[in-house]
């Protein structure tokens, strides 16, 4: 409408006033309601045409977008195990920081299983003193033996060298049974020497190893205590938190509620803009947006990025070939914008971009033609500006009349 209004003021009114005040023709005489269309024929041809290409270059070098909102992902509160709650620290709506406990869960089966492991490190230290003891008692067993063993060998030393000097002064017999008792002593030595080295293996290796199993188990322990108390992953807010003391949540079912990551929702627009215009749409570029959240207020952007792949060609194989004639609905562009200035934005917005030709036209490479024709694009701008004041304006109108409150 607007278009239609300024166009009208350059064709049908200049056509009309030639009428008037040229021709002479008078309203309501010769220039009548049936006569219109004869009379200012040219001007009204005019008009259109000159509204059609005015509304065109406008919404292709100044493209608008009535479907821009804030999109971010939440985080779901869900506990690693499934466990019926036993605390609730937060209620429906509050904010947290990174680590804050939000609910735990009944931990009495995690709290046996960590008692448990520390009990069984415990008992692996009492054999480990108790190991230690025994190499002790191991090193007296061999220094009695070793001396029990000396004592026999020289024994039968003696004997034999009284034998060898006055043979049979010294029964054999006996000689032999000192050769039998010096042979067993020398096995109590190796059998004592058997037992330290064992208590000695068990000290260094095999206490060691039992006390790492234990530690680790009593480390699997903890992790699965912790795992009781459910923790904000990120700093922000939860939303919708319902839950209560005896609740049982399970991961597979449902989320325990949602929290907002700070700052989610508040950094940046997306909008979708018609294919059409995907080759005037650049980073860089200026942008404006008007938001149901933040009535008559425009808030001045700048397109940060361009998706350069459309999602309406997005497709999951399966068992059925594709068929091209089931997308009859064109994708968009999808454009992010971000504020130039600190502001809230709202969830649902209308954003026009704008094309600027300044740079292009004070290079001076272009002929005068091209620089007009430039000049003539960035100037129709300020009708599509006009148009999102208007529609800034009308918002809380639309909605809280017009939508049937």
């Known amino acids: 409408m607007l278009e239609?209004?300024?166009?009208?003021?350059?064709?049908?009114?200049?056509?009309?006033?030639?009428?008037?005040?040229?021709?002479?023709?008078?309203?309501?005489?010769?220039?009548?309601?049936?006569?219109?269309?004869?009379?200012?024929?040219?001007?009204?041809?005019?008009?259109?045409?000159?509204?059609?290409?005015?509304?065109?270059?406008?919404?292709?070098?100044?493209?608008?977008?009535?479907?821009?909102?804030?999109?971010?992902?939440?985080?779901?509160?869900?506990?690693?195990?499934?466990?019926?709650?036993?605390?609730?620290?937060?209620?429906?709506?509050?904010?947290?920081?990174?680590?804050?406990?939000?609910?735990?869960?009944?931990?009495?089966?995690?709290?046996?299983?960590?008692?448990?492991?520390?009990?069984?490190?415990?008992?692996?230290?009492?054999?480990?003193?108790?190991?230690?003891?025994?190499?002790?008692?191991?090193?007296?067993?061999?220094?009695?033996?070793?001396?029990?063993?000396?004592?026999?060998?020289?024994?039968?030393?003696?004997?034999?060298d009284l034998q060898r000097r006055n043979p049979g002064i010294v029964p054999q017999r006996d000689i032999e049974k000192l050769q039998v008792l010096v042979n067993g002593r020398q096995g109590?030595?190796?059998?004592?020497?058997?037992?330290?080295?064992?208590?000695?293996?068990?000290?260094?290796?095999?206490?060691?190893?039992?006390?790492?199993?234990?530690?680790?188990?009593?480390?699997?322990?903890?992790?699965?205590?912790?795992?009781?108390?459910?923790?904000?992953?990120?700093?922000?807010?939860?939303?919708?938190?319902?839950?209560?003391?005896?609740?049982?949540?399970?991961?597979?079912i449902r989320s325990a509620g949602i929290l907002i990551p700070e700052g989610a929702g508040q950094r940046g627009l997306q909008a979708g803009f018609g294919q059409i215009e995907a080759q005037v749409l650049k980073p860089g570029m200026i942008a404006e947006a008007a938001c149901m959240s933040k009535p008559w207020t425009i808030i001045p952007m700048v397109v940060t990025s361009v998706q350069d792949y459309i999602a309406a060609g997005q497709f999951r194989g399966g068992e059925q070939l594709i068929e091209a004639e089931n997308a009859a609905r064109p994708g968009t562009i999808l454009v992010f914008l971000e504020p130039l200035y600190q502001g809230g934005l709202g969830s649902s917005c209308i954003v026009n971009a704008y094309t600027s030709n300044h740079e292009l036209i004070s290079s001076g490479k272009l002929s005068a033609a091209k620089s007009f024709g430039l000049h003539a694009v960035d100037a129709v701008g300020l009708v599509h500006a006009l148009l999102l004041r208007i529609q800034a304006l009308l918002l809380p109108i639309k909605t809280l009349v017009m939508s049937g409150h």
């Open 188 to 252: 109590t030595l190796d059998a004592a020497n058997a037992t330290k080295q064992s208590a000695v293996l068990r000290v260094s290796t095999l206490l060691p190893a039992e006390k790492a199993s234990a530690q680790a188990a009593l480390d699997q322990a903890q992790v699965d205590y912790d795992k009781t108390f459910v923790r904000a992953g990120v700093a922000g807010r939860v939303e919708q938190f319902l839950l209560r003391v005896g609740d049982v949540v399970n991961p597979m």
């Open 4 to 160: 239609l209004m300024i166009c009208s003021m350059l064709t049908i009114l200049p056509d009309y006033l030639y009428r008037r005040l040229v021709q002479g023709k008078r309203l309501g005489k010769e220039i009548t309601f049936f006569s219109v269309w004869f009379e200012l024929r040219w001007g009204i041809v005019s008009c259109l045409m000159l509204t059609i290409s005015l509304i065109t270059l406008i919404f292709y070098f100044h493209p608008s977008s009535n479907t821009a909102t804030l999109f971010f992902s939440t985080v779901p509160i869900l506990p690693e195990s499934s466990g019926r709650v036993a605390e609730v620290r937060l209620d429906f709506s509050a904010p947290v920081a990174k680590g804050d406990v939000i609910f735990k869960l009944d931990s009495s089966k995690q709290e046996a299983a960590l008692e448990t492991a520390r009990r069984k490190i415990a008992e692996v230290d009492a054999a480990l003193l108790a190991a230690e003891t025994d190499i002790l008692k191991a090193e007296g067993q061999i220094q009695e033996a070793k001396s029990a063993h000396q004592q026999a060998v020289d024994e039968l030393e003696v004997k034999s």
